[in-house]
């Protein structure tokens, strides 16, 4: 253990930190979302919006932190690559955007949580993470893959390998060049159009 704690860890084991992460944050979604469908409430649909926020806040970011930096001291900060105002500002206006197309609260809120959790674990602290033992493009070849296969697992494999690798390879691009808060947003609108174009 107090070899982790010395940042003395080899490349495989950050690799299997991620995997443990994604599993992990996936595990915590689905407790949380099984939990929201079990409550014996008539109009679940708000309730099941927060009760996903909630899970996908502590899975995707909360628990991650707190695993990282007890196992392996990793201090994260998200005022390094996190540029608050910038993001609000994209928020607000996309939301009121959005809300004149008029499109549905719920339908913008749902994709704009996976977005900004999943991209704070990818393209945040696992991003990180890698390129503290692996060059950018390992780092990022390696996010997706774990991003497109296993955090995706629920779908048709080759699918989401042919769909999620690319798109979580654009989103680390994103991420590396403009900031974590335009990688959220446009992960964001790329789920709201997915969404908007199958439905």
């Not at 809120?109 to 602290?125: D, K, N, Q, S, Y």
């Amino acid at each position: 253990m107090n070899i982790l704690k010395m940042n003395i860890y080899f490349k495989i084991e950050s690799i299997f930190l991620c995997l443990a992460l994604t599993i992990l944050a996936v595990f915590i979604l689905n407790v949380g979302s099984l939990f929201m469908i079990l409550l014996p409430i008539a109009n679940g649909n708000k309730l099941q919006l927060i009760g996903a926020g909630v899970s996908m806040i502590l899975g995707f970011i909360l628990i991650p932190i707190l695993v990282l930096k007890s196992l392996i001291g990793f201090n994260y900060s998200i005022l390094n690559i996190f540029n608050l105002k910038r993001f609000l500002i994209y928020t607000i206006i996309i939301f009121i955007v959005l809300s004149l197309c008029s499109i549905n609260i719920e339908e913008i809120i749902h994709p704009f949580i996976v977005a900004t959790c999943e991209e704070f674990l990818f393209r945040g602290l696992m991003f990180s993470l890698l390129l503290n033992k692996f060059t950018k493009f390992k780092s990022i070849v390696i996010g997706s893959l774990i991003f497109s296969l296993l955090l995706h697992l629920n779908g048709n494999f080759v699918g989401n390998f042919l769909t999620k690798f690319p798109s979580s390879i654009i989103l680390y691009l994103v991420r590396d060049k403009f900031g974590l808060p335009e990688a959220i947003i446009t992960h964001w609108l790329y789920n709201l159009f997915i969404t908007k174009l199958l439905y």
